[in-house]
């Protein structure tokens, strides 16, 4: 079976002009999956030649507002866009069924006016969430994804560069040391999986143009297989 992973978002909480909100998109076994929807989910996803209908999943990772900030445009062009009803699966963790909630409600004008004008219209949205535990969350012609617990309290990661991080003067920029993964233990963890390659994403703070070099160095220190540095619409396979 061929993968294929594409980094549709890169960016972290502070917006950026190259950098869309935490996205990834999966392909595997004819199956097309979405991990996140962060700010600008949908553009990144045309841009990836893949339209929100075509979508077999969406999984969440967690509940931070940069990992679900566009699930509403996902829904609603999913909707839109569809000739026929078709549900919108939806993983995640526990509270994806409250945040769902809050989507429909804000939603509801929106559909009633779209219901309304047009005639071949007649259904709302349909989103099935299926809220998971660690273990198979989908299965499905040979395509399963497993979820595990990572430590990202309190929101129950990433990769920074912890240095960097540090000389920022504000408290809450620098507590986000707290759940996120370190260049350092990003390619530790990798060695210690025997992965052949580790991929940078999500990176904090935004790297400045000219300074891959200096996250991939940081790596090497530790990890000997490949190592992508992660910018929007970066494709890896397997």
């Known amino acids: 079976m061929t993968i294929e992973v594409v980094l ?31 700010r600008a989910v949908c553009m990144r996803l045309v841009a990836a030649g893949v339209l929100p209908f075509m979508l077999d999943a969406v999984l969440l990772t967690h509940l931070h507002s940069d990992h679900i900030c566009d699930l509403n445009d996902v829904i609603t062009t999913q909707w839109v866009m569809s000739p026929v009803p078709k549900p919108l699966r939806v993983f995640g963790p526990p509270r994806t069924n409250e945040v769902m909630a809050g989507l429909t409600a804000m939603l509801a ?7 309304a004008h047009h005639a071949d219209l ?3 949205p349909q989103v099935e969430v299926a809220e998971v535990e660690p273990g ?8 399963r994804v497993v979820a595990a617990r990572t430590d990202h309290r309190p929101v129950e990661p990433t990769l920074l560069r912890d240095d960097l991080v540090r ?10 040391i707290d759940y996120h993964s370190t260049v350092v233990q990003a390619a530790q963890t990798a060695a210690r999986g025997g992965v052949g390659t580790l991929v940078l994403t999500h990176q904090i703070p935004t790297p400045g143009p000219g300074t891959a ?21 970066t494709t890896i396979s397997a």
Do not use: C, S
């Open 8 to 38: 549709l978002g890169t960016g972290n909480p502070l917006p950026d002009r190259d950098r869309a909100g935490a996205a990834t998109l999966v392909r595997a076994g004819g199956k097309t999956l979405l991990v996140d929807a962060g």
């Open 109 to 115: 004008p929106d559909v009633e006016y779209r219901l």
């Open 122 to 124: 007649t259904w709302a």
């Open 136 to 143: 198979v969350v989908f299965a499905d012609d040979g395509v």
């Open 167 to 176: 000389q920022v003067p504000m408290q809450r920029f620098v507590d986000t």
């Open 213 to 233: 070099g200096e996250w991939l160095a940081i790596a090497r220190e530790h990890f000997g297989g490949e190592i992508v540095f992660g910018e929007d619409l």
